[in-house]
């Protein structure tokens, strides 16, 4: 038996991220315009416009911080379980697939400044999951490091979990 450790989003996860974050920047835009046309508050932004400046600052804090927290309910800690050929993957201590392992797919990409991106789709006789795991923080080309506000793993994460993809791609070869 061989177990796999790391952290990571799936598929579904990705898509409600990438959904929520041009919704959380832009919403808050869109408040303050409805407010000064509707409120007729014209000539308080333009006698203070460091009220205007605040008012938008304070949105996009608490917007950014908003995207952090539900970034952090939907990124989990994995355990997969390797018997042979059989798997069995647990989300949180929870068992959420079992089975034997059909097919594997692996989508690793590296661009030129230094993020990765690493897709594992696993597919079972009767179901599947899609990891998505991005790096926290990367190397720019000067060298150096840099936060990803998409990123959901470290890279041991995304080592461990390119490893448990090339161990099925290779035993459903077999």
């Known amino acids: 038996m061989k177990k796999y450790e ?3 989003t799936t598929a579904k996860s990705d898509i409600i991220i990438g959904l929520i974050f041009p919704m959380v920047i832009m919403i808050p835009i869109l408040a303050i315009q409805l407010a000064v046309f509707y409120l007729k508050l014209n000539n308080l932004v333009k006698a203070y416009p460091i009220f205007l400046f605040l008012l938008v600052l304070v949105f996009f804090g608490g917007g950014f911080l908003l995207i952090r927290k539900i970034q952090e309910r939907l ?28 097919f594997c797919e692996i989508k690793n990409k590296k661009y030129n400044v230094g993020g990765r991106v690493l897709s594992v789709d696993i597919y079972t006789d009767t179901d599947e999951i899609k990891f998505r795991t ?7 080309i000067t060298g150096v490091s840099t936060r990803n506000p998409f990123g959901t793993s470290k ?20």
Do not use: M, P
């Open 134 to 140: 991005r790096l926290k923080e990367y190397k720019k």
């Open 75 to 102: 990124v989990k800690d994995y355990i997969v379980e390797l018997y042979g050929k059989n798997i069995r993957i647990l989300e949180n201590e929870e068992e959420i697939i079992s089975g034997v392992v059909s």
């Open 155 to 174: 890279l041991s994460d995304l080592e461990t979990l390119l490893s448990l993809g090339r161990k099925i791609q290779n035993i459903t070869e077999e």
């Open 6 to 8: 790391f952290t990571a």
